[in-house]
């Protein structure tokens, strides 16, 4: 009887998840940032090929990429500074590992102020940029 309940006492923790749920970490905020901040640094380089990197290349074509990167600046103008105005980040460390972050900028262009979200993932320790999403308020046109 003794083995028997050895043995399910066993099971029971073999089939257990050990998890560890983070959200809104300031370290992970951090991680995030650095993909942004990289990305408009390269934007604004104009170096659109290591920018387009960053992104998922699973969700992402480059041909989109490209016609999105031009519609904006067509429209709102270049960077002039950018900030973040909001964050979220939850984290999932263990057996059922998982990171998503959604940081959303406040960005000052040449025609415009936009307001720009980023949802990205951890996939293999490299933080990717899944969907990019701009909002831009006309009547704020310089």
Known sequence: MKKYILILISFLFIGCSYDKIYENRESDKQDAQKVINKFYFLIQQNNREDAFRLFNQKTTSKEKFNLVLDKIENENGKIKNDSLSTWQTFVVKGTNSKSDYLLTYEVDRDFSH?????????????????????????????
């Open 114 to 142: 936009t307001q720009e979200t980023f949802i990205m993932q951890k996939e293999s320790d490299t933080i990717k940029i899944e969907k990019y999403k701009i909002n831009f308020d006309i009547l704020q046109n310089k």
